[in-house]
């Protein structure tokens, strides 16, 4: 039945349509829509970012050039980019955060086996967030420094599998450490964060919802010892503390006990000071699993990289939360594919394959059967540039 259907119709049949026609009768997306549907949007934008697409006079071309092939595909809508353009103008973006959510949820329940670098049972997470520049003159309404436009991208991901588990897109004004206000906390997972994220009430408020943080100190921070406890010296464990605040603000912000690790990088020839409201595990592992908040700066860097989320189709705020949000949805979908399909490829490889092969009708399974390249390095750091940007 695959090989009357090509690979594109193919990915879109992992969409649970039934959930994606409740997201858009809430926002009332299709409401006197008689040509060009919201799932016609999606399917456009999803073809832009598999694809790797760069404008929306480059759709419009590449589709019309594929137009004896699209019924087939299940692209259904008009090919026209001034459609396109309206639809993601006016349509809400929160239709496509929705279902991210939903593809979320999904890809979570498949990866939360997921090895991830760390000897754990629980669930961790690691937030941070990222700026992504606009043009001032295009996008007004994205006002940073000045002359220079922006918006932030706050993620929380599931280190398990990367799976963004939150994200919001504010101003990129909008300090780091208000996002832990929005989150709901899950008893017993783990939360990894910068310093930046470093503030004792909020950081009380996880506790208080038995959770567990690992974050890194800050030099001003003062600390009273209350214990010590023993360590291995042939690891890269210094100390290992209990310790209480002694600033009267943070001690009023956070009146319980901390634990204070200090932790030698021999690679990078630097001191870390962790702290955690964790007693249990061991230090190592502390640190163990602050280095796999790594995995989340690696995230932004692929999402920037391989998806289309920097150079926007659309000037509006609108236009720009609908990109991001299919973005993520389409990478999301993806790894659920991956998953589901049991490919052993990474996001990367099979993002590759799909661009070149979304208009053939053949099974998926059938487009990595004689694919024998490995893999070593998704970037492309030894290549020499052209121009230096």
């Known amino acids: 039945?695959?090989?009357?259907?090509?690979?594109?119709?193919?990915?879109?049949?992992?969409?649970?349509?039934?959930?994606?026609?409740?997201?858009?009768?809430?926002?009332?997306?299709?409401?006197?829509v008689q040509k060009f549907s919201c799932l016609d949007q999606f399917l456009f934008m999803s073809f832009a970012q598999l694809t790797f697409r760069e404008s929306l006079r480059d759709i419009e071309t590449c589709l019309r050039s594929m137009q004896s092939k699209l019924y087939h595909a299940g692209i259904r809508?008009?090919?026209?980019?001034?459609?396109?353009?309206?639809?993601?103008?006016?349509?809400?973006?929160?239709i496509y955060a929705d279902f991210a959510q939903i593809l979320i949820h999904i890809a979570q329940e498949l990866y939360a086996k997921e090895p991830f670098g760390a000897e754990l049972k629980q669930t961790a997470y690691a937030l941070d967030?990222?700026?992504?520049?606009?043009?001032?003159?295009?996008?007004p309404w994205s006002h940073f420094r000045l002359k220079q436009g922006a918006i932030k991208l706050h993620t929380?991901?599931?280190?398990?599998?990367?799976?963004?588990?939150?994200?919001?897109?504010?101003?990129?004004?909008?300090?780091?450490?208000?996002?832990?206000?929005?989150?709901?906390?899950e008893p017993g997972s783990f939360?990894?964060?910068?310093?930046?994220?470093?503030d004792f009430s909020r950081l009380y408020a996880l506790h208080q919802a038995s959770s567990f943080f690992i974050i890194r100190s800050k030099m001003k921070i003062r600390y009273r010892r209350l214990y010590s406890h023993p360590i291995n010296n042939t690891t890269a464990v210094k100390s290992d503390h209990t310790v209480m605040l002694v600033i009267p603000k943070?001690?009023?912000?956070?009146?319980?006990?901390?634990?204070?690790?200090?932790?030698?990088?021999?690679?990078?020839?630097?001191y870390f000071v962790f702290i955690t409201?964790?007693?249990?595990?061991?230090?190592?592992?502390?640190?163990?699993?602050?280095?796999?908040?790594?995995?989340i700066e690696l995230f932004f860097k692929w999402i920037k990289q391989h998806l289309r989320i920097r150079a926007f189709y659309g000037t509006s705020e609108n236009a720009v939360n609908t990109q991001i949000w299919i973005a993520i949805a389409v990478y999301v979908l993806v790894a659920i594919i991956k998953k589901r399909l049991k490919l052993k490829y990474s996001l990367y490889t099979i993002l590759q394959v799909?661009?070149?092969?979304?208009?053939?009708?053949?099974?998926?399974?059938?487009?990595?059967?004689?694919?024998?390249?490995?893999?070593?390095?998704?970037?492309?750091?030894n290549q020499l540039m052209l121009f230096k940007l």
């Not at 967030?129 to 996008?139: E, S, V, Y």
């Not at 964790?278 to 790594?294: D, G, H, M, S, V």
């Not at 799909?354 to 990595?368: D, G, R, Y």
Request: aromatic residues 14%.
């Open 191 to 198: 939360y990894i964060l910068d310093r930046g994220y470093l």
């Open 354 to 381: 799909f661009s070149i092969t979304l208009f053939e009708k053949m099974p998926i399974l059938q487009a990595f059967s004689d694919y024998t390249y490995k893999l070593q390095n998704t970037d492309v750091d």
């Open 277 to 295: 409201n964790n007693f249990i595990l061991p230090a190592e592992t502390i640190a163990q699993l602050y280095k796999c908040r790594w995995q």
């Open 77 to 94: 809508g008009k090919v026209s980019r001034s459609t396109l353009a309206d639809a993601n103008e006016n349509r809400s973006w929160r």
């Open 129 to 139: 967030a990222t700026t992504i520049k606009l043009c001032l003159a295009l996008f």
């Open 1 to 32: 039945m695959n090989s009357e259907k090509t690979i594109f119709s193919q990915i879109m049949d992992f969409i649970p349509l039934h959930e994606f026609r409740k997201c858009v009768k809430q926002y009332q997306g299709d409401y006197k």
């Open 250 to 270: 943070a001690a009023k912000d956070y009146p319980e006990k901390l634990r204070r690790i200090r932790f030698y990088d021999s690679e990078n020839n630097r």
């Open 156 to 185: 929380l991901i599931n280190l398990r599998g990367n799976i963004p588990s939150f994200i919001r897109v504010t101003a990129a004004k909008v300090q780091e450490v208000t996002i832990l206000d929005e989150l709901v906390f």
